[in-house]
């Protein structure tokens, strides 16, 4: 079965600093896709990165990049120079075979000024 | 509509009443969800429609939820006889049927059971 686990409820930084947000996955399958989602206060969620299983690569996205280790089926998401307007619920999520996505609990980050 | 659009907003709804909530994906996305998220909390899964295949219901938590998704197109999550814990916000999502693309969320129907 799928499952993903974030294990960081909630994070708190000061702007401009480096935040990493940790997800674990489980999955069988060798084709697979990973994605951070950002769900702020006004609810609506928002792609932040999405890496790809068979690209040894880590995703970047200008501040946001990812530590993507297959191996240890880990997925962490670090944000460079924190802002004001990274405050928010992140999801990790994981999409594979027949396309279910499944996202874990959520890491709650405040980024104070 | 360029979004997908989830109606209504806002639901108040008297406990042991029927709801139904409606989602309009993005026109040619195959694949829809519906997640269910408590407050503060995590997108607990709820069901999968893609294309014509039978849809996943593995994430329906009773007999009282079921969802249709007609023409391909439009969903409509029903809630029977409401229960005080079924309040949450209520997620639809749309994504193209390939493997790596975005799914895109509408704003969500928050339904409280009074």
């Known amino acids: 079965a799928q499952t993903v686990t974030q294990s960081q409820p909630e994070m708190s930084v000061q702007e401009a600093e480096t935040v990493t947000l940790s997800c674990t996955y489980d999955?069988?399958?060798?084709?697979?896709?990973l994605f951070w989602y950002k769900q702020p206060p006004s609810r609506q969620m928002i792609l932040v990165i999405r890496q790809e299983a068979y690209k040894q690569q880590n995703a970047t996205e200008n501040r946001f990049s990812v530590n993507f280790q297959k191996a240890a089926k880990s997925f962490s998401l670090k944000i460079s120079d924190s802002q004001l307007g990274d405050t928010a619920m992140y999801f990790c999520?994981?999409?594979?075979?027949?396309?279910?996505?499944?996202f874990g609990q959520g890491t709650r980050l405040t980024i104070n000024p | 509509g360029a979004g997908v659009s989830q109606s209504p907003s806002n639901k108040v709804t008297e406990k042991g009443k029927d709801v139904e909530l409606r989602c309009d994906p993005i026109s040619g996305h195959t694949a829809l969800y519906w997640y269910r998220q408590s407050l503060g909390q995590g997108l607990e899964f709820l069901i999968y429609f893609q294309g014509n295949s039978a849809p996943d219901k593995s994430g329906l938590p009773s007999d009282r939820f079921s969802a249709e998704r007609t023409g391909g197109s439009v969903s409509t999550l029903t809630i029977q006889r409401t229960q005080q814990e079924d309040s949450a916000v209520y997620l639809c999502?749309?994504?193209?049927?390939?493997?790596?693309?975005?799914?895109?969320f509408g704003q969500g129907t928050r339904l409280t059971v009074v």
């Open positions: 999955t069988s399958e060798s084709n697979y896709y």
């Open positions: 999520a994981e999409s594979q075979g027949a396309q279910k996505l499944v």
């Open positions: 999502a749309s994504r193209l049927k390939t493997l790596n693309t975005e799914a895109f």
